[in-house]
Nanobody, 125 residues
């Protein structure tokens, strides 16, 4: 299990912005893809965005496309999610995750390996 710690969540008004961060400690793979998922009570964990080790190849959910930007800083083992134009339906616990980079990107949460404890994002309307 690779330690992941998310931060940056909080309460924001609709239309506002938040930037989430996720720090990875001691990954067993030299290169790894990273992603963000979110979950609300009673629902399946939902894909938001993912990014390969090269920091270029990315994938977004339809909901995130055009509003969120995923990025990473490999020297500091940090993943980011810049969330703009937030809506009440973005309210959820946001989780950071990793998988070996050679596996590519997936929107299925069960195909990712390691998870952080999550950070709550609440968007008030």
């Amino acid at each position: 299990q690779v330690p992941l710690v998310e931060s940056g969540g909080g309460l924001v008004q609709a239309g506002g912005s938040l930037k989430l961060s996720c720090v990875v400690s001691g990954h067993s793979n030299s290169t790894y893809a990273m992603g963000w998922f979110r979950q609300v009570p009673g629902k399946e964990r939902e894909f938001v965005a993912a990014l390969r080790w090269n920091g270029i190849t990315s994938r977004y959910s339809d909901s995130a496309q055009g509003r969120f930007i995923i990025s990473r800083d490999n020297p500091t083992n940090t993943l980011y999610l810049q969330m703009n134009s937030l809506k009440s339906e973005d309210t959820a616990v946001y989780y950071c995750t990793t998988r070996p980079d050679r596996w590519g990107l997936s929107s299925t949460w069960k195909l990712w390996n390691d998870w952080g404890p999550g950070t709550q994002v609440t968007v008030s309307s």
